[in-house]
């Protein structure tokens, strides 16, 4: 998905990041953020500052349940544990089917097509790194904030179905119901 086709920012985060390919810093907690679930996402560079490339997000969230199984059928991901343990499942359906905790410097790549899964296995900081286009992806399944860090229970947002499926539809995202890592 390149940036002309994806839908307008909230106000909540216009302007935060450039929106080109010019120098920029964000201090610590600053980015696009929204809470999916329980989880803070944090966009810090987007297709529109790369030339349609990539993107960068942090992800920060406390132990907690499984992440559906989905595929990404034209995004790359890269998993970076800044800190924390996060457990990842891949299945590339042609042979690799492997999970791993991964903790503080661990590394995972999940290249497109891939069945994944993870869970934060403790209060856990993720860098993540994908095509360009897809990291607004957490911001069309969760709501905008404003606060950094990890949120409260009070400030979880839990997604409809119908909100899922069409930010799935948008960003290339296919959740896989069927599919479940844990009875592996």
Known sequence: MSPN????LSPTHAGILPGAPKP????????????????????LLTGDETDDEYDVFSC?????DIIPAHIHPFTHEIFFIVDGAVHLWMDDEQGFKADKVLTS??????????????????TSKIMGVSSAGFARFFHAMGTPTEKP??????????????QMRAAGEMYGTVFRPDYNFLDD
Do not use: C, W
């Open 5 to 8: 086709d994806a839908p307008a």
């Open 24 to 43: 920029y810093y964000l201090d610590a907690g600053e980015g696009e953020k929204s809470v999916v679930f329980d989880t803070l996402f944090t966009i």
């Open 60 to 64: 920060e969230g406390n132990a907690g």
């Open 105 to 122: 410097g661990g590394f995972g790549y999940v290249p497109k097509g891939t069945i994944h899964a993870f869970r934060m296995e403790a």
């Open 149 to 162: 860090g990890i949120p409260a229970p009070q400030e979880f947002y839990i997604p409809s179905i119908d």
